[in-house]
């Protein structure tokens, strides 16, 4: 009787072991971080694509790097490991550096004896949310074996030079504490509510509009809804989050907009909006153009605004950050995407973007405007 | 009725060297028994200063004889000591520094109380408050400001004092209000100027020369009309505004976003760049036949058609 558990306890383990070691070679499961191989001599050999696929972004994923790269068949001889690496995790303090890849979805596109395509969903995890990113791969038979073409360009280096930087700033200079009251107060910036517009989602009733900076100086915005029933009682309130641009310099307008996950609009008999602005020390630096922006419909039949971040400044941005607001032919918001840029927007650069609009309202967008936050961490 | 308000005095008495906050509960309880006590009483053995003003020795009259104790409860003083009856209870400048009600209260077998009213001093600060901090130019009733005199012991000045505003902004004449308070407050509206900068603003009492400044700052107003022009590059398009104003004629302030966008078939490319020495600059990557346009704020400007490289 006193060997039952002991007995049950190892025969537990080693099956468990058993579970972990045939489950080396899934598409999904945790994000590895140690460097090397995992877990060698349990690498299959790749005899189809997907299995050369998922070998080799089971590496990426576990960032085995000297044997993902290894696996590649390059292109372009340009492509050392470093930049390969780099790829993967990024640089310049941008998001990709902050992210883990987490899982991922392979499905074939097209495939013959010799050729196959694939497209892959990559999930990754951030800080500011789950990412989802769309990527076609193509493979080639060799010999007996499968392997990923990497045909990727590296991200040319941004060349020395000297931009010239005027910007203006804004500070901040508050009076000592043995002033006189009310000698110098300043009154906090002047921003409006320009327009709102409430709607129910496949995720709960969203808020949304636009708010302008009217004063002179900049303002630090925050929005706040609260969703009133028939009786008078606040059903719920909730903030604009990160779905604002926060600092807006003299006569800017953002988009806003505020969730409300599993709230109907028919429990909704008012809408309370408060917007609260205070003075905050600011820059007019980076300027950040937003080129070639055009709706259309992706690969996977969403509709999205795409377009390009050009970094017109001498400053990196580390995490762009595109909020669209879209209007009907009265002018009226119907909706505000927002999506953030994997990539550090490098000085004089430019970088593609893609914001989704949900199908329900991608009939009825007649105009659109893209305003753009940015994070710097020297700023930070 | 009167023995039964001895006997509370009596028992107040009584509870001599208790501690403080009771001590406190119970003179009020005391000075209110006693003084409708006072009520009663057939002739005043109180007499109370005449016009006593705030920081300034007052002295309250008494008959009888004896010892008594004295209790003194003012807007922000309460005090107790044994008295002579006969004499003047003196009070000292410091004793009488809160402007306000207060109440007299002797008690030796029987409590004798007396209430008056201590005036403020001559005002020797104004706190001045004006606002907004920052105006647009040509609004109307757009500054005002508030006016409160205060003696030296910080006490609102109720008593009408002319309270003289002044504003000047720059490159006009002074304009001059002379405002009379009303239970201490005086106040004024004003339209700002037609042009940018100081707005200073005196609010003084001439006689004794007390004075307050403060300064609104007078900014332009949205811009009144945004003219674009551009030129093609190797790299696209740079556009620029000319100098933006207001309908005065104010140089908008620098860092204020015009919005460039530029048409070009399908797509479309926006700038927000700001104002920097009165003209917004932007480039644009467009190739093609493109209709630019720009606006500030809820202020829209010219079209610019250019055509393709």
């Known amino acids: 009787m006193k060997l039952v558990l002991p007995i049950i306890l190892v025969a537990v383990t080693v099956l468990l072991m058993a579970v972990?070691?045939?489950?080396?070679?899934?598409?999904?499961?945790?994000?590895?971080?140690?460097?090397?191989?995992?877990?060698?001599?349990?690498?299959?050999?790749?005899?189809?694509?997907?299995?050369?696929?998922?070998?080799?972004?089971?590496?990426?994923?576990?960032?085995?790097?000297?044997?993902?790269?290894?696996?590649?068949?390059?292109?372009?001889?340009?492509?050392?490991?470093?930049?390969?690496?780099?790829?993967?995790?990024?640089?310049?303090?941008?998001?990709?550096?902050?992210?883990?890849?987490e899982h991922y979805d392979a499905r074939p596109l097209h495939a013959t004896d010799s050729e196959a395509q694939m497209r892959v969903r990559l999930h990754w995890t951030t800080p500011v949310g789950p990412i989802e990113d769309v990527r076609d791969f193509r493979l080639a038979r060799r010999g007996d074996q499968w392997k990923v073409i990497w045909d990727e360009i590296p991200v040319p280096n941004t060349p020395s030079q000297i931009i010239p930087v005027n910007y203006l700033r804004w500070d901040l200079v508050s009076g000592g504490s043995g002033e006189e009251w009310g000698a110098h107060n300043v009154d906090a910036p002047h921003v409006r509510i320009v327009s709102m517009?409430?709607?129910?989602?496949?995720?709960?009733?969203?808020?949304?509009?636009?708010?302008?900076?009217?004063?002179?100086?900049?303002?630090?915005?925050?929005?706040?809804?609260?969703?009133?029933?028939?009786?008078?009682?606040?059903?719920?309130?909730?903030?604009?989050?990160?779905?604002?641009?926060?600092?807006?310099?003299?006569?800017?307008?953002?988009?806003?907009?505020?969730?409300?996950?599993?709230?109907?609009?028919?429990?909704?008999?008012?809408?309370?909006?408060?917007?609260?602005?205070?003075?905050?020390?600011?820059?007019?630096?980076?300027?950040?153009?937003?080129?070639?922006?055009?709706?259309?419909?992706?690969?996977?039949?969403?509709?999205?605004?795409?377009?390009?971040?050009?970094?017109?400044?001498?400053?990196?941005?580390?995490?762009?950050?595109?909020?669209?607001?879209?209007?009907?032919?009265?002018?009226?918001?119907?909706?505000?995407?927002?999506?953030?840029?994997?990539?550090?927007?490098?000085?004089?650069?430019?970088?593609?973007?893609?914001?989704?609009?949900?199908?329900?309202?991608?009939?009825?967008?007649?105009?659109?405007?893209?305003?753009?936050?940015?994070?710097?961490?020297?700023?930070? | 009725m009167s023995s039964s308000i001895n006997t509370a005095c009596k028992s107040h008495r009584a509870r001599r060297g208790r501690s403080l906050p009771a001590l406190l509960a119970g003179l009020c309880a005391a000075a209110m028994v006693c003084a409708a006590a006072t009520g009663y009483a057939q002739d005043a053995d109180l007499r109370a200063p005449a016009a006593p003003v705030a920081g300034n020795p007052a002295s309250i009259a008494t008959t009888g004889g004896g010892t008594a104790t004295f209790y003194l409860v003012g807007p922000s003083i309460s005090l107790k000591r044994d008295v002579a009856l006969g004499k003047e209870i003196s009070l000292s400048a410091k004793e009488l520094q809160s402007a306000g009600k207060y109440l007299a209260i002797v008690c030796s077998g029987t409590c004798r109380s007396v209430g008056f009213f201590v005036a403020p001093a001559k005002p020797v600060s104004l706190t001045f408050l004006v606002h907004p901090s920052r105006a647009p130019v040509g609004q109307n009733n757009v500054v005002s400001g508030v006016a409160l005199p205060f003696d030296e012991f910080h006490n609102l000045v109720l008593a009408p004092a002319a309270i003289d505003f002044q504003w000047t902004a720059k490159g006009a004449a002074a304009v001059s209000h002379q405002v009379s308070t009303q239970n201490g407050v005086a106040w004024f509206h004003t339209s700002s100027g037609r042009s940018a900068g100081a707005l200073q603003v005196t609010a003084s009492i001439s006689i004794n020369e007390v004075i307050a400044r403060r300064v609104v700052e007078q900014v332009a107003a949205d811009p009144c009309s945004l003219h674009i022009q551009g030129q093609r590059t190797r790299k696209g398009i740079v556009l620029e505004t000319e100098p933006v104003r207001d309908c005065a004629g104010n140089p908008v302030p620098d860092g204020t976003i015009v919005s460039f966008t530029a048409k070009s078939g399908k797509d479309t490319s926006t700038v927000d760049a700001p104002i920097k020495q009165g003209i917004a600059r932007a480039q644009i990557t467009a190739a093609g036949a493109v209709v630019v346009s720009a606006a500030s704020g809820v202020v829209m400007g010219n079209e610019l058609r250019m055509g393709a490289q």
Not at chain 1, 340 to 353: D, G, I, K, M
């Open chain 1, 20 to 101: 972990a070691l045939t489950g080396a070679g899934r598409s999904s499961g945790t994000v590895g971080i140690a460097a090397g191989s995992a877990l060698p001599g349990f690498s299959s050999q790749a005899t189809t694509p997907e299995q050369a696929l998922s070998n080799f972004l089971m590496d990426v994923q576990r960032r085995n790097w000297d044997r993902a790269f290894a696996s590649l068949e390059r292109t372009n001889d340009s492509v050392n490991e470093q930049a390969f690496i780099q790829e993967w995790i990024g640089s310049n303090g941008e998001l990709r550096a902050f992210s883990n890849l």
């Open chain 1, 197 to 380: 517009n409430a709607v129910d989602s496949a995720e709960g009733a969203v808020v949304m509009g636009e708010v302008v900076n009217e004063d002179t100086i900049p303002a630090f915005v925050n929005v706040n809804a609260t969703l009133v029933d028939g009786a008078g009682s606040a059903i719920d309130d909730e903030s604009s989050f990160d779905k604002i641009i926060h600092v807006l310099l003299p006569k800017q307008v953002t988009p806003y907009r505020i969730d409300f996950p599993h709230v109907s609009l028919s429990q909704v008999k008012n809408v309370r909006m408060d917007v609260k602005a205070t003075l905050v020390p600011a820059s007019s630096d980076p300027v950040i153009g937003v080129m070639n922006q055009k709706l259309d419909t992706d690969a996977q039949g969403h509709a999205v605004l795409h377009g390009e971040l050009m970094n017109q400044s001498g400053q990196t941005v580390n995490i762009p950050h595109v909020i669209a607001s879209f209007y009907d032919n009265n002018g009226k918001v119907v909706w505000v995407s927002d999506g953030y840029v994997e990539r550090a927007l490098l000085p004089q650069e430019s970088e593609p973007f893609a914001v989704e609009i949900p199908k329900s309202v991608a009939g009825k967008v007649q105009n659109f405007h893209v305003v753009v936050n940015q994070y710097s961490l020297q700023k930070s």
